[in-house]
Nanobody, 122 residues
Framework: QLQASGGGLAQAGGSLRLSCAAS????????MGWFRQAPGKERGFVGG????????YYADSVKGRFTISRDYAKNTVYLQMNSLKPEDTAVYYC?????????????????WGRGTLVTVSS
């Protein structure tokens, strides 16, 4: 029901845009989150967006470099990643939460898509 795509290889300082396409149900009242997991590390919060209103929240590590947006018509959420750093290398996941609070805790999210790998070379 959630499908992340757009990962790949980028050079440090470059950009990538990830997409998260939702299907099978309406996520219009949900909070959509992006998470990432690097090898040997726990899954960590990148940022999130409310479908309604479009308010966003970002982890400090990506603030000012990453932007989350959504397209109602395409039922898709995007993660625009600029000024990429090697430490951004990870598998990126999108997730949906029906909670009222935009949480950075993975356990608050009810639906998860398969991850997409982002590799940033130095």
């Amino acid at each position: 029901q959630l499908q992340a795509s757009g990962g790949g290889l980028a050079q440090a300082g470059g950009s990538l845009r990830l997409s998260c396409a939702a299907s099978g149900r309406s996520f219009s009242r949900y909070i959509m989150g992006w998470f990432r997991q690097a090898p040997g590390k726990e899954r960590g919060f990148v940022g999130g967006i409310r479908w309604r209103g479009g308010s966003t929240y970002y982890a400090d590590s990506v603030k000012g470099r990453f932007t989350i947006s959504r397209d109602y018509a395409k039922n898709t959420v995007y993660l625009q990643m600029n000024s990429l750093k090697p430490e951004d290398t990870a598998v990126y996941y999108c997730a949906a939460s029906d909670k009222t609070i935009l949480s950075s805790w993975p356990g608050a999210y009810d639906y998860w898509g398969r991850g997409t790998l982002v590799t940033v070379s130095s």
